[in-house]
């Protein structure tokens, strides 16, 4: 059986800072993992806790934390209860491109939407993804996307949108990959999880995919429950069904959007703790990253860079490139990180 | 030393009611503990997990909903990560009258934030609060109450507000009782919370109270951390100091308002599974344990009476009155439950 072991590489950054300000790492070439081998968890070694990861100073920085966070002995001990470490998750812990897998569900769920309101049909930008022109879906707006988004991931119970969910994962599959998206995980970092958790750390997404949208297969696929899910959250509105029985339904009203100054925010409001690790991907999970590492004692923030184009996608700073449409991740960013870890 | 064992009891209603629709049971007479005692956790006997708790129906009703749900062979099993159990605060944990503890701070606040605004001196509704006329602060509407919050709650970073929480909570005393108020906890419901922990059940807090609040003590007081602390949110904002270093500051916005329907929208947002058991003691926790019972298999739903003016406060259904300021628990509300009960 095929191991992922990130044979492309065309950069390998990464270093070790101490001090209050923690260790900032950029973490190259993690991306090797090809889909589906990521449930593959019987053909993990048992030494190497990264197996899949080739040993790179960016590897070394983490078996370095760990040790140094659970050595009671260590000046930089943490406590198990402050043990946190909050990961992105499109494009740090499962493919982004070509495009957000949430956003695929939002459009495949528009004809059933339509079919419930029809008056939809010739109303944009519904009309536009009903045409299935991908070149047309691909040109909408932001403002068309919300659109499409609150269309999709409202109006319905928390039950019934949960259902809807599964369902389309269970049948949906990748349209290059020809597999289901709950596949295309990063099996890096999938160990990378499962490392922290056996040393006691509670392992968090921060995304700013839809928090109920992620709760449905967290568990499964990460080994995340969905307490640990912190994501662009909604409202809910609580009311009766005919029988008396009380049930929530998903309002079109944004609580937070948890990208950006948002992933600080929405961890301060659902965990109430600093982490003491954080991985992201994009610009996006900047401030996230800089909070982790504002904290007091060790701390670990790393960036994960696209730069494999045959197991995956290369794009952003592994091109050259700004990448604005998805996973934004700008040279400049690529640039502060490597810097701040004496590149 | 003194054991608390709910001597002064005037009502015992409970009973279980299994099924679909779960046991229902009105708490009665728990109200006996003797502020301080509950830290003394050497006390508690080591062979009955409630010694505080007298051998009534509602006790029964506990201990048979602990032993259903933790055993394997029942067909009433619940696995571990599904366990959880949701407590309000306020006349549930701990004493709420004559006035909740959050709007104590949040009055003897009100000099500083003069001192630091000192315009609002001679403005309503602190020049009121400055007068130190007891009389006249009590008659304040709701709507200046939501000043004072909003002007003692907000506009400083998180970090700050944790530390003048803390060193308030440290110093201050209830005037009554003349001792801290972290120590004006219900023994017996400290207790339920561990024999619920050690049974594998996560204890969450879902209270009306601030969040933020609630958190700094929470751990200490209760056992209970901060990402288990559901309470009325509000929003933040990250931004940077001088020396670039982000931090976040509370906004006067309000996310969700943590009362009534509240609750349950609370519960899915911050933890996203519904509760097998909850604990409540007001109209305001009616939808909390309605959607807690609404869930399949056994819950526990139970209701706090406050029926001891010697040790505690007796008000509500035990007076046979509605009490429309404090912790608000009609007489309808416990007939209700009581018929649910079949009683």
Known sequence: MERSTTKRVTKRITTTAGGAQGIFSLLASVLAAVAGLALNTQTLAQTDPLPSWNDTPAKQAIVNFVKLTTDKSSSRFVPPEERIATFDQDGTLWVEHPIYTQV??????????????????DAEPFKTVLSGDR?????????????????????????????EVKKWLDTATDSRWKRPYTQLTYLPMIELLKYLRTNGYRTYIVTGGGQDFVRVYAEEVYGIPPEQVVGTMGGTKYSYDKEGKPFLTKKPELLLNDNDAGKPEGIHLMIGRRPYAAFGNSTGDRQMLEYTKAGEGLRLAMLV???????????GPAQGLPDTKVGAFTPALHDEAAKQAGL
């Open 135 to 163: 070149g047309a879906i691909a040109k909408l707006s932001m403002r068309d996307l919300f659109k499409i988004l609150a269309a999709t991931l409202t109006g319905m119970s928390v039950d019934e949108f949960g259902a």
């Open 305 to 315: 860079l696209h730069d494999d184009a045959k197991r995956e996608y290369a794009y």
């Open 104 to 121: 695929v569900f939002c459009l495949d769920r528009v004809p059933a939407v339509v079919k419930e309101k029809p008056e939809l049909a």
